[in-house]
């Protein structure tokens, strides 16, 4: 089977600072990828730039085997950290936008009959996610759990092939973050997705991805830390859970991170 | 234990009280110095009592004119409210349109938000006497005054509103397949409405101020207009009820429009607690 997406070469720079360098990657149509490393050592910058809102400096990435679109597109959905749901829609209508916009596409808005198809799978789809209950309420009105259900049922309906999570559940706490892992794996398993999630928690990498990339700077200088960049240090499949692989990672992570701190 | 200033909460009853109070506190403070005044000379014009203040609302409010045979207040103030109210519509469309195009698309900011910047910064006051030329003294170029006063701040301000939207939500209707005119608007302009209409409220003292500066050089009515003939015969006891009146109905249109937002715009206000 080709890859659905193909990394070759990737560098990314911020005028004089590298943030990513020799990236090289390539993954099949439903793997489920987890990322870890230090805080800032460009994981999101890489996700924005699978989302095609950021283009590689040097390198290329390749979607189907055709480079990437210069801008994000349906194709591939997101889960931000924070903000991604539209605070003025009530969680109903912040999942149905997604349908409108395809079946309305001069207003992005329905009605009638076409509208109560729209909002019953809508509906749908946030009964999957666990928000039957709160279908017209703002997102104001919900909790950090919650909102993050909402934006990955918004995210899923348009059928995505390839979802992005940036930290997603980051700001969960264990019990609640366990019933996450529980219905991202099940959307996963139930619709042959590819994912991309980034998390902090090694274990929650180890535990979800089916494999683990790890960014981190092969290189330190003190005098220089911003030049060289993070790149791909680790790329394992994830097929049991390995307690020594484990703690060289964190080592090495940790390392990076002790050094940032120093700067 | 004592709390710290800062963390003691007056109570309903409490606040409504300490509001009130500078109102009743300047109240006072008027009857007394007027009553001073008064004592030592009976003819003073300057504070009338309060009496002869209650006298000449009821004459411009409830006698017609003895010379148009206008109820004064009512038709000084429909004038004035008509220009105000044509003044704001176009001030506010205006902003909208500017402050979407500007906040959302680079191309139109590159061209239009330097000339906007340079546009509020012009004086509107020393640009008055073109525009008594060039539209004539009469309606039109009064309403120019307001928009040409509040427009350009407002279009700076919304731009600035629209640009602070997070830009994950646009990245986010992006990949939920949504074209610029679909995020425009069910994503944008929804969000910037509320902005508006708070732009709207903090600019409404300045309206007035360009309505009555206008009215005041050149009108046959008009609130402003008022005012300043009354001014010729020192009769403050017309000017004293209608700058109260011109408060209050500032006042009163200010809080119109919160309660507008509030009710069409829940979201907004949630968990926020906003002037
Ligand atoms: N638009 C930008 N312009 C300049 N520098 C940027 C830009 N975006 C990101 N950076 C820099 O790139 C580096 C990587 O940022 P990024 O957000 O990708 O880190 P991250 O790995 O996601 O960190 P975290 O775990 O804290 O979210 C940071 O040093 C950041 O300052
Ligand atoms: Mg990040």
Redesign the interface.
């Known amino acids: 089977m080709a890859a659905l997406l193909e990394v070759k070469q990737v560098w990314k720079e911020y005028g004089s600072s590298i943030v990513l360098e020799k990236l090289n990657l390539s993954v099949k149509e439903g793997e489920f990828c987890t990322i870890v490393g230090t805080s800032g050592c460009g994981k999101t910058t890489f996700l924005r730039m699978l989302?095609g809102?950021e283009g590689p400096t040097r390198g290329s990435l390749l979607l189907d085997g055709k480079p990437m679109p210069a801008?994000?597109?349906?194709d591939?959905?997101?889960v931000?950290q924070?903000?991604?749901?539209?605070?003025?829609m009530s969680v109903l209508d912040n999942v149905t936008?997604?349908l409108?916009?395809?079946r309305s596409?001069?207003?992005?808005?329905l009605f009638g009959g076409a509208r109560r198809k729209a909002r019953d799978e809508a509906a749908a789809m946030l009964a999957q996610v666990g928000l039957s209950q709160a279908l017209e309420r703002?997102?104001?009105?919900l909790s950090g759990g919650m909102q993050q259900r909402l934006a990955i049922a918004?995210?899923l309906i348009?059928k995505?092939r390839i979802l992005l999570l940036d930290e997603p559940f980051g700001a969960l706490d264990p019990g609640i973050r366990a019933d996450m892992h529980a219905l991202v794996l099940r959307l996963w398993k139930e619709s042959g997705l590819t994912i991309f999630m980034i998390t902090h928690d090694l274990k929650e990498g180890f535990k979800l991805g089916t494999r683990l990339l790890v960014f981190d700077k092969p290189r330190l200088d003190a005098q220089a830390p911003n030049r060289y960049g993070a790149t791909i240090t680790y790329d394992l499949a994830i097929d049991r859970q390995e307690p020594a692989l484990l703690e060289e990672i964190q080592g090495a992570v940790t390392e990076t991170s002790r050094f940032n701190d120093q700067q | 234990m004592k709390k710290r200033i800062i963390n003691r909460l007056p109570g309903q009853g409490a606040a409504a009280v300490l509001g009130l109070l500078p109102f009743l506190l300047l109240l006072l403070a008027y009857a007394w110095g007027s009553q001073v005044r008064l004592e030592a000379n009976p003819e003073d014009k300057l504070l009338p009592a309060l009496s002869s203040l209650a006298a000449a609302v009821e004459r411009v409010a409830l006698e017609p004119n003895r010379r148009t045979g206008e109820l004064q207040l009512w038709a000084d103030t429909a004038a004035s409210l008509q220009r105000l109210g044509i003044g704001l519509a176009v001030a506010s469309l205006l902003a909208l349109v500017t402050g979407l195009a500007t906040g959302m698309v680079p191309y139109v900011r590159a061209a239009l938000a330097p000339f906007v910047r340079v546009l509020s910064m012009v004086p509107p006051m020393a640009i008055l006497p073109i525009l008594f030329i060039v539209f004539g003294l009469g309606e039109l170029s009064k309403v120019v005054l307001v928009v040409l006063g509040i427009a350009p701040c407002m279009m700076r301000d919304l731009q600035q509103r629209v640009m602070e939207l997070?830009s994950?939500?646009l990245?986010?209707?992006?990949?939920?397949?949504?074209?610029s005119?679909?995020i425009l608007?069910?994503?944008v302009m929804?969000?910037t409405l509320p902005r508006l209409i708070d732009s709207l409220r903090l600019n409404l003292g300045p309206a007035f101020l360009f309505l009555i500066a206008a009215e005041a050089i050149a009108a046959e009515s008009g609130l402003g207009y008022r005012i300043f003939l009354v001014r010729r015969y020192l009769a403050m006891d017309t000017i004293l009820p209608y700058v109260v009146w011109i408060t209050l109905l500032a006042f009163l249109m200010d809080m119109a429009l919160r309660g507008v937002s509030r009710w069409a715009?829940?979201?907004?206000h949630?968990?926020k607690e906003r002037a």
Request: hydrophobic share 30%; charged share 20%.
């Open positions: 989302l809102e801008e994000p597109g349906p591939r959905g997101i931000f924070r903000y991604s749901v539209f605070p003025h936008f997604g409108e916009v395809t596409p001069l207003l992005g808005r703002y997102p104001s009105e918004q995210a348009k995505p | 997070p994950e939500q990245v986010k209707a992006q990949t939920l397949g949504a074209h005119g679909q608007w069910r994503v929804p969000q715009f829940p979201w907004f949630q968990g």
